[in-house]
């Protein structure tokens, strides 16, 4: 896991065992310096947690795939519209409507903000 992530390896020790105990908590807030890079963890825990392979992110499931491309129906990613300073109310107020939603290929949904996009 993060084999391709440049992320700090206490991070990527401790979030490997919550996540093979399976006591990742209902919220995660990754913060760093370079927000592609958190942006990238964030997919990786996410497929993570989506993929059914028993070594998991294998990258060749369809949830996987789907994580990758990010086109997954039950991981939903909010982010900053280009050029926008902010993410909007509006966009808040759908990802509380999609939250009401039951997954549809997995047993979770998962809903990624990312802030601090470019």
Do not use: W
Request: charged share 25%; hydrophobic share 40%.
């Amino acid at each position: 896991m993060f084999e391709n992530i440049r992320v700090p390896e206490e991070f990527k020790k401790s979030i490997t065992t919550v996540l093979s105990a399976g006591r990742l908590s209902h919220a995660v807030i990754i913060e760093g310096a370079d927000a592609d890079i958190t942006f990238a963890a964030a997919k990786e825990i996410a497929a993570y947690l989506q993929c059914t392979s028993t070594q998991r992110p294998c990258r060749v499931c369809a949830n996987c795939l789907k994580c990758d491309s990010e086109s997954h129906p039950d991981i939903h990613f909010i982010k900053r519209k280009s050029g926008a300073a902010v993410i909007k109310v509006d966009e808040i107020r759908e990802l509380k409507k999609l939250a009401t939603v039951l997954p549809n290929d997995s047993e979770k949904s998962i809903f990624i903000i990312a802030l601090m996009l470019k």
